[in-house]
């Protein structure tokens, strides 16, 4: 029988996180790429309540609240950007962002 | 004493006709111009001889006894005020003062009598000389005014007004010398006379300050006075010796001395009558006149002394020995002017201030005899000057042919006539004064004598005889001349024989009036002088000679002989001078003739050195070549410095602007901009402006940080 440690919980949000960044730093949809930065912040509240838990005090998840509260603001803020470039560019692909290239 | 106290008249009535003349001449006739400017000499010559007359009275009163009388008119220059004082060489203060002021002493009276006659009876030769020229009224104003010049020079009281007559007589000399203006080389002459003239009136006017500085004082009486009180103590002063040389100066360029006596012989281009009044008997012995006058500054400079006595003896000789080749019977004339003049600076210079001053006396009357006598001949020659086209004139013009025999005469020194008495005078008293020089100069004076017999009598009988060697025209119109040109030829004849006898010489039993009649003048000199003289001969050890009137016979027998010698060689060579003659010293040594005909090539020695006329190819020599080689150095090469400089400037310039636009603006500026655009070009290429490149970048950054956190 598997014995469900510490250290799975920190695997798992080690993973959410990689994937989290591998999402941003790959997919061609704004709105994906959104939805990927959500995951890291996800992830790392993983992460912060399983230290919690170890350790006992409640510091992980009052931290953890906290992350919720911003990811909460960052994402209506990057939805706000999401509409503005929509607005512009008539697409949500990420590549189109590049006035900046020589 | 109306005449003595009224003596500023003399000079006045012929300024009074030369006013006439420039205002009113033109319209006058030619009776009237005569009648006015004969009349005011006429005059000025009766004023002068009872101002004469009045002074020989006054001088011999026992108050005025031996005193010069002087009349002072106004102050001319210099005030009360104080502001023309200055410092003389003591330190004291003297005011600076120059008077209208007339002085006549014994030396001034024979200079007024002679200069007044002379002038009348030239005046009235010119009368009928001048009478058919144009410019009649010209000539006699000019005449006037040198009379005018001439008096106020003789009888001046200071040196500053004397300079005043003297610059007035130098005027008038350029005047006449170039009446004939229509002639370029009457005007040459004219102008070399002034010229030459100036450049001893700068040595006169450098003599009147240096007295002005030692005396304090201009006037002849105080300037006389000083020296004569202080002669011990002055005795060879520089300063003094400096001041005589200066004013000697001057007496070189107006009496015509080496080296400044060329004006004369060109200044023959004027009419006769100027030859005979001015460089004859008046202009020219104002020279003579200026030094007497300084005697007592002369004798304290004994060094001065010696200068006057030897330039004098060297242009007696140098111009005798020109004259004897002269073709001109004018340059002859002229010549022998310069060489008489001579004579009289050679007495001066020797001490022998009355005996100068007898020698001018005579000379004054037989010059200005020949010279009127020459023009005589010239103008029944109808104009002809050449010696070489007369001849056999003697009884186709007597009474010319005979006065002019009477002055020759005079001139060589025969025995009764003038110039035997005076020149003998002269070399008698060079003979006899202490010291080896002075022999020297007597044997120049004797061999001048000579020489002067010689070219005189030459003079005579190739004008006067031999055989004709005019053209016929010419011949034809030989004529005596009016009796206004030969009175005068008579008067001044007689003069010629007797004014010699004033001077009869005590060894020959005569008083010497003369000489005594100058002694105010100049006995205290000649005291001083025989006391220097004889200081200088104990001193050296030699035995004082005693010097009796044997000597002085012997002498005289010497100087009768020479003029014979002299008579004799020219009547045997020019006697029977017929066409194509030939002249003596041609044929013995040619070489010799060439250079006394071109006058010692001096004329064109000063060319060379002073005047510029001559070039060597297009550079000119002399003086005025150092100018122009200087003002082409200057230009060429100074200038080309300076120009070089001004181009190497801009050469730097533009280099400097060059290395500025090029090295430092494209290297220094520029360069480290086209590395960086060069170096940015790879740079360039990772930006894509892609978001999730910088994501990406973001990340690889941060698992350095992890890593290095781990593993360190």
Known sequence: MLHITTLHYLVLGAALFLLGVIGVLTRRNVVIVLMSIELILNAVNLNLVAFSRIWGGLHGQVFAIFVITDAAAEAAVGLGILIAFFRNKETVNIDEVNLLKW | MFFLTHIWLIPLLPAFGAAIMLFFGRKLQKATVSAVCVGTIVLAFLMACGAVWQYSAWSSTPENFHKPYQTILYTWLGTDTGHMNYATHEGSQAAFQADAGFLLDPLSSIWLLFVTGVGMLIHIYSTGYMAHESGYYRFFGYLNLFMFSMLTLILANNYVLMFVGWEGVGLCSYLLIGFYFHRKSATDAGNKAFIVNRIGDAGFLLGMFFIAWIFGSLRFVDVT????????????????????????????????????????????????????????????????????????????????????????????????????????????LAYSTVSQLGYMFLALGVGAFAAGVFHVFTHAFFKALLFLGAGSVIHSMSGEQDMRNMGDLGHRIPTTHRTMFIATLAIAGIFPFAGFFSKDAILWETWSREGGAYRFLWYIGYATALMTAFYMFRLMYLTFHGRPRMSHEVEHHIHESPISMTAPLVALAL????????????????????????????????????EEGRAGQLAAGAKEEEHNT??????????????????????????????????????????????????????????????????????????????????????????????????????????????????????????????????????????????????????AGLVGFVFYYVYH
């Open chain 2, 225 to 332: 006075m000083l020296a004569r009180h202080n002669a011990a103590a002055w005795m060879g002063n520089p300063y003094i010796t400096a001041a005589t040389l200066l004013l000697f100066v001057g007496a070189c360029g107006k009496s015509a001395q080496l080296p400044l006596y060329i004006w004369l012989p060109d200044a023959m281009e004027g009419p006769t009558p100027v030859s005979a009044l001015i460089h004859a008997a008046t202009m020219v012995t104002a020279g003579v006149y200026m030094v007497a006058r300084s005697n007592a500054l002369f004798v304290l400079a004994p060094k001065s002394m010696l200068v006057v006595a030897i330039v004098g003896a060297l242009t007696a000789i140098f111009a005798a020995s020109i004259a004897l080749v002269q073709n001109d019977i004018k340059r002859v």
């Open chain 2, 550 to 699: 044997g000597t002085e016979w012997l002498l005289m027998g010497l100087s009768l002989a020479a003029a014979g010698a002299g008579w004799g060689m020219a009547w045997k060579n020019y006697r029977h001078a017929d066409k194509g003659y030939t002249e003596p010293i041609a044929a013995a040594a040619p070489p010799v003739y060439d250079t006394l005909l071109h006058k010692y090539y001096v004329d064109e020695a000063y060319d060379t050195v002073f005047t510029g006329r001559r070039k060597l190819g297009d550079v000119r020599l002399g003086v005025l070549g150092l100018g122009e080689a200087s003002s082409w150095a200057d230009s060429h090469v100074i200038d080309a410095v300076v120009n070089d400089v001004g181009w190497i400037t801009r050469l730097t310039a533009t280099i400097s602007s060059w290395w500025d636009k090029w090295i430092i603006d494209g290297i220094g500026v520029n360069g480290p901009a086209i590395l960086a655009r060069m170096l940015s070009y790879p740079a360039r290429l990772f930006e894509w402006g892609l978001v999730q490149w910088y994501a990406l970048v973001m990340t």
């Open chain 2, 495 to 530: 003069c010629a024989i007797v004014a010699g006898w004033l001077g009869w010489p005590h060894s020959l039993g005569g008083s010497d009036r003369f000489t005594t009649f100058l002694e105010p003048v100049f006995a205290p000199e000649s005291q001083v002088l025989t």
